[in-house]
């Protein structure tokens, strides 16, 4: 793999998480997009970050019971796109979705500093992950890691540009009584 060159700052937009038959389709988990934004993508790039990526063309996007899968050129058969599983999709940022506000992407909450309301820090964000009622917060913790529950309840405020996120978590989440 090549090493990013771009002048703009890439951002992930997807990770291709399945293999789809046996001619390289595979489903992705897009970040905001639909499979509609991803035809107009001509290029993505491939990588684990996005300081180690190669450039991709997409060949096809089809979406099948909500679900979205791409095809890449060169990647014909399922050996081919099982070596790239697990792999993110990332654009220059110029071509990124704008969101609406109070709305973010994953990679901007990943590594961010969990702040309860008092100031004291908890924890940094390791993933972001879809459940069925909510998106949900893994935060890594001196004690071990804590789902918080991405609700408007327990979320105060979220600074991507300081890289913080304040919370005011349910009584006991982050004092090890649930960890």
């Not at 390289?24 to 639909?34: D, H, L, N, V």
């Not at 790239?84 to 940022?93: A, M, P, T």
């Amino acid at each position: 793999m090549k090493t990013n060159q771009n002048q703009q700052p890439l951002r992930a937009v997807a990770q291709i998480r399945k293999i789809f038959g046996v001619r390289g389709e595979m489903k992705i988990e897009s970040f905001a997009r639909t499979a509609e934004e991803f035809t107009l993508l001509e290029q993505v790039v491939l990588g684990t970050n996005e300081h180690d990526v190669v450039p991709c063309e997409i060949e096809s996007v089809k979406e099948r019971g909500g679900e979205i899968y791409l095809k890449l050129r060169g990647i014909d058969d399922k050996t081919a796109a099982d070596r790239i599983r697990g792999k993110y999709l990332f654009v220059e940022e110029s071509l990124r979705k704008q969101l609406p506000k109070e709305k973010f992407f994953i990679d901007e909450l990943i590594g961010c500093t969990v702040i309860s309301e008092k100031g004291k820090t908890l924890g940094t964000i390791k993933s972001v992950d879809a459940y069925p009622a909510q998106m949900v917060y893994t935060v890594r913790t001196k004690k071990g890691e804590v789902l918080l529950p991405a609700v408007r309840e327990f979320i105060v405020n979220v600074d991507v540009e300081k890289k913080e996120i304040v919370v005011s978590p349910p009584e006991g989440l982050f004092d090890g009584e649930m960890l």
